[in-house]
């Protein structure tokens, strides 16, 4: 709870300046939204079995961006992130928040490339109407990396998003006999395709 706090008060303040610095050139502040593609890592379901690769599915995020700077620019953002990977006829969900603190260079009239850290928290895992609590780490970090065009107040972006480390959850799969351990990576692999809206 105390990584969570930080990150969203981080987040809100570089949010918060790029809304006060607004009428400089090149700052703004708005929403933004789009579709995850994503798939999270390999799910063994005990002790003994092979790992099982996901299948990868779509997603949704929702969320605000601040942007300082023109044409090198710092792009802090605050993402709720859902997410869904098939492990054969098992569904594993996510529901998250995101950090992103991202660094762009503008390279050529309206395309920009990004890159930087996000920070991530778990707000809420199910796999097949379990909920998983025994998530190793509810916060870790990943890094976003892509590509983004800007007309004006409308901006088109495609990432992608990947964890820097194992980040697996525990739980009891009664289909395998009593206290049978089940292990699943909560670690995010996903393509991110949004579209953001200048206020």
Do not use: W
């Not at 779509?58 to 990977?85: C, D, M, Q």
């Amino acid at each position: 709870m105390i990584h969570l706090k930080k990150m969203i008060c981080l987040s809100l303040f570089c949010i918060g300046s790029a809304f006060l610095l607004q009428a400089q050139n090149g700052s703004a502040f708005g929403i933004k939204g789009g579709l995850n593609y994503s798939a999270n890592g390999d799910y063994f379901e005990s002790i003994g079995e092979n790992a099982k690769n996901p299948d990868r599915n779509i997603g949704y995020h929702v969320g605000v961006f601040g942007k300082l700077g023109n044409k090198l620019y710092f792009r802090p953002e605050l993402i709720y992130t859902a997410t869904k990977s098939d492990y054969e006829n098992d569904e594993f969900n996510v529901k998250k928040l995101d950090a992103p603190l991202l660094v762009g260079l503008k390279v050529l009239g309206p395309i920009s490339v990004f890159g930087g850290p996000s920070l991530q928290y778990i707000l809420d895992t199910e796999f097949e109407g379990i909920d998983v609590d025994n998530v190793e780490e509810d916060f870790s970090v990943g890094l976003n990396f892509g590509i983004g065009l800007n007309f004006n107040k409308i901006g088109i972006d495609l990432r992608y998003e990947r964890g820097f480390n194992d980040n697996e959850a525990t739980f009891i799969n009664n289909n395998f006999g009593p206290d049978t351990v089940s292990r699943i990576d909560t670690r995010p692999d996903q393509l991110i395709l949004s579209l953001s809206i200048a206020l």
